[in-house]
C-alpha cells in the first residue's frame, strides 16, 4: 500500500492490498491460536485462550494509537516545514499556523480545509490547500510503517519458532473454534 498512497485519488485503489492484507492476517491468526493454545492442558485451555484473544487485542490498541500517533506527529512536522518553505504565506499567517498546528493538528480533507480557509486571499488558501495535498499522503506513509516493521518483526521471530520442536498438543482441541 506504500506506493499507492500517493497516487490514489479514490479509497477504492486500497481495496484490492487490503483485502489481500486482511485475507492474510485472517489465515495467519488461526495458524498462532493452535500454536498458542496446543501446549496447554484441557483444563486451561479457556484461560489460555482468554489470555491469548486479550493480548490481540492490546496489540491492536496499541499499534493503531501507535499509528495513530505517528501520523498526527508526521502530518504536522510536514505541514509546518512546508508553511516555513512557502513564498506564498506571509510571515504573520505562519505563526497562526504553526499555532494551530501545536493546539489541534488533524487529518483534514481538502474540501474541509478549503472551507476553513475561506476568508484568506486565494493565492495563501490554493497554498495551504496545496500543501496539505503534499503533507496528508507522506503521513500516511510513514504512518503504515508501524504495521510494517511489525510484520518484519513477526517475520523474524517466526524464524526463531521453527527451529523448536513440534509441540504435542496435551488436550484434544478439534472441534474448538477460538478468534
Request: no cysteine; aromatic share 6%.
Amino acid at each position: 500500500m506504500l506506493p499507492l498512497v500517493p497516487r490514489a485519488d479514490s479509497g477504492l485503489w486500497l481495496a484490492l492490498p487490503l483485502v489481500v492484507a486482511g485475507t492474510g492476517l485472517r489465515l495467519l491468526v488461526s495458524q498462532l491460536n493452535n500454536y498458542t493454545l496446543a501446549p496447554n492442558t484441557e483444563e486451561r485451555v479457556s484461560e489460555a485462550a482468554g489470555v491469548n484473544s486479550a493480548g490481540g487485542s492490546f496489540g491492536l490498541s496499541f499499534g493503531l494509537a501507535l499509528a495513530g500517533g505517528i501520523m498526527l506527529a508526521t502530518l504536522a512536522s510536514t505541514f509546518g516545514s512546508l508553511v516555513e518553505e512557502s513564498a506564498v504565506i506571509p510571515p504573520d499567517q505562519k505563526t497562526q499556523i504553526y499555532t494551530a498546528l501545536e493546539d489541534d493538528a488533524q487529518l483534514m480533507s481538502n474540501a474541509q480545509l478549503e472551507q476553513l480557509v475561506a476568508d484568506e486571499p486565494q493565492p495563501v488558501a490554493d497554498e495551504i490547500v496545496r500543501i496539505n495535498t503534499e503533507a496528508r499522503p507522506f503521513a500516511l506513509q510513514v504512518a503504515l510503517l508501524v504495521p510494517l516493521i511489525a510484520g518484519l518483526l513477526g517475520l523474524a521471530a517466526s524464524f526463531a519458532m521453527a527451529r523448536l520442536p513440534d509441540i504435542k498438543p496435551q488436550a484434544n482441541l478439534e472441534g474448538l473454534a477460538f478468534d
